[in-house]
């Protein structure tokens, strides 16, 4: 409910060309006389005794001879903060303006002024006035000869509207350009306000940064702790920021003000103007990500947090809204993909990035359709026999326009745009229809690898298509093993150990893929449903390079025959290598020593000649 407001803290205005009509309004609106203990009756009758309390103050009264000389004093007072509650206008002051052009230009001005119309019953009709100035609730029309009480009347409660608006209007505004929940700027004023930072900088010569900020893996704070905890974090953070952009003006901008918005989400963004040196927006950004890295008690929960920022500077980099926004965002995203805190700043080379990302995302799209997809087979041996006893499926893609695209390129960017789940349904459909043919041919063939993403492995229907695959390849299931990484295993995302369980229950077969890399718990390990650890490359490639590998992959073996684990050695490719694994009694590898991946056909010769190792 709007506080109750004294009539000194409104302002009216008189613009009367008689200067005892002024008079006249001083008087009557101090309400020391009789018009004060006529309202005072008035209101007693309307309230009883449960009537507002009446100040008995003085309404702060300027007064115009002219229609000009009026709208001036209103424009001058607006601009210094303290704008006219109500305006009271006579109808005719010759020479200048009459009374509806006044209010006309007032309004122009000032549109949320409230006006009284002072007029002789024979100057306008109700019907002339909303012609020439149309429908509004903010006109009153007070015909000459008036009493003072109808004076003191409009005075109040127009006075009390004009703040009510004031309120309501204030109250819209921090909705329509303030985020609910941090109190910033939100990204509608933040766009509004970096245009008007361009403007004056293009206007003055000066120099400015924008920075992009995006919090690390906020969304894991949602799914564990709540989007309760989330959102108290977030006004934290909100709060460290503001506190740090204040601690770290230089004098030289202390009269530029930094502006700091919640684009939406965990993303912020915050304008640098008046730059002197490049350097100080390093400065306060290398700040941010320290303030923000600081462990922060919530609800009982300690979280600490990094942050990727991306910086762009106007007008080197751009000098209009939309080019620094993508700057930004570009610096941001490369920052992100470097690692936790990273501070990056724009490159041209990155729009050549992106449209290359681009281009082969458009390509990507329709790369299953066009059939530009294909299955290479890399040989898994058994060392104990020497014999090919697997394979392991790795996807291809061959495109008429880009050539043979690594998989490292293709393959993050499908994970990243949700295509790998149809990608990955087609290279386990194509795998395993493969291996089932081998091995009605009658090829020796024990089991065909598969991996799988992280994002294909979260699918909600991953294990019925799963299932449906080995029902319709009449593969048996122990003849399928799916690969996930140990960070998979690890990071322990929602859903993973129960489509574990789930795909166990089926009877597939289940590899940890790079394992060694990914810090895992041992008894974490002992209560996974998983079958296979297939070694990082990197450990056999420091056997005798004076890596100190090789104990550490002795504990390996020794752990997983504990355990009842098959172990797979990745990236063999020397025979002394070979030579350490089965002393170590290591009972499977792959590698170039073997064979690199192989195309169907290749595959299937590799197959059929049986080679032994």
């Known amino acids: ?21 002024h008079e006249d309004y001083r008087k009557t609106l101090a309400l020391k006389d009789l018009a004060d203990k006529n309202l005072l009756e008035l209101e007693s009758e309307l309230f009883g005794d449960s009537r507002p ?10 007064c115009a001879l002219q229609g000009r000389e009026g709208i001036d004093m209103a424009i001058r007072a607006k601009n210094e903060g303290r704008p006219y509650a109500v305006a009271f206008v006579d109808g005719r002051m010759p020479p200048g303006l009459d ?26 009709s109700w019907r002339d006035v909303q012609k020439m100035l149309g429908e509004s609730d903010s006109l ?69 940064a924008l920075l992009f900020l995006d919090v690390d893996h906020f969304k894991r704070i949602n799914d564990t702790l709540g989007h309760k905890v989330g959102d108290h974090l977030l006004k934290l953070l909100s709060q460290r920021m503001t506190a740090c952009l204040r601690a770290t003006d230089t004098v030289a901008r202390l009269h530029c003000q930094d502006v700091i918005a919640r684009m939406g989400g965990d993303e912020f963004s915050v304008i640098l103007p008046c730059l002197e040196q490049p350097d100080e927006a390093t400065t306060v950004a290398l700040r941010l990500a320290e303030q923000l890295t600081q462990p922060i008690d919530v609800d009982g929960n300690q979280v600490s947090l990094t942050t990727s920022i991306g910086i762009t500077y106007f007008p080197e980099d751009g000098n209009d809204v939309e080019t620094l926004l993508k700057n930004a965002d570009l610096a941001m ?39 530009e ?46 295509m790998i789940v149809t990608i990955g349904e087609w290279v386990l459909r194509t795998a395993c229809a493969q291996a089932r043919s081998w091995i009605e041919q009658g090829l020796p063939l024990q089991r065909m690898a598969v991996n799988v993403s992280l994002r294909q492995f979260l699918h909600n229907e991953f294990t019925q298509i799963v299932s449906q695959v080995l029902v319709e390849s009449s593969l048996a299931p122990e003849q399928l093993e799916l690969e996930i990484t140990e960070s998979m295993i690890m990071s322990d995302p929602p859903g993973v150990i129960r489509t574990l369980h789930e795909l166990k229950d089926q009877g597939v077969q289940i590899a940890i893929d790079d394992f060694g890399t990914g810090y895992s718990s041992l008894g974490r390990l002992r209560d996974l449903p998983i079958d296979c650890l297939k070694i990082d490359r990197s450990f056999v490639k420091g056997i005798s390079m ?39 009694q290591c009972p499977e590898a792959q590698g170039y020593l073997f064979s690199r991946p192989l195309n169907d056909a290749d595959a299937t010769s590799f197959l059929q000649e049986n080679r032994q190792f």
């Open 373 to 418: 997809f294909s299955l290479h087979y890399q040989p898994q041996i058994s060392l104990s026999t020497g014999q090919l006893i697997g394979f392991e499926a790795l996807l291809r893609w061959n495109s008429p326009e880009l050539g043979a695209v690594p998989p490292l390129d293709f393959i993050p960017l499908a994970e990243e745009n949700g």
């Open 140 to 208: 009153v029309i007070l015909k000459k000869p008036f009493d003072t009480v109808e004076v003191v009347q409009l005075a109040h409660a127009l006075t009390r509207k004009w703040a009510l608006d004031q309120e309501i209007q204030g109250r819209l505004h921090k909705l329509a350009f303030y985020d609910g929940l941090t109190g910033l700027p939100n990204r509608t004023l933040f766009l509004d306000r970096l245009e008007m930072v361009l403007q004056m900088g293009k206007r003055h010569g000066q120099a400015g």
């Open 546 to 584: 004076g890596m100190r590998h090789e104990p550490i992959l002795n504990a390996v073996m020794i752990m997983a025959a504990g355990m009842g684990l098959r172990v797979i050695a990745e990236g063999v490719e020397t025979q002394e290598q070979v030579d350490f694994l089965r002393t170590c």
């Open 333 to 371: 995203f490369n920052a992100k993909h470097k690692g936790p805190n990273a501070v990056m700043f724009y490159q041209e080379s990155m729009n050549i990035a992106v449209m290359k990302r681009l281009t082969m995302e458009n390509h990507l799209r329709q790369a299953i359709m066009r059939n």
């Open 99 to 124: 009374g509806i052009e006044t209010i006309r230009e007032l309004w122009q001005a000032c549109p949320d002024i409230q006006v009284v119309l002072c007029t002789a019953y024979s100057d306008y």
């Open 53 to 62: 309390e009446v100040q008995t103050e003085n309404f702060n009264i300027d």
């Open 1 to 21: 409910m709007m506080a109750m407001m004294k009539n000194s803290d409104f302002r009216i205005l008189i613009i009367d060309d008689n200067v005892a009509i």
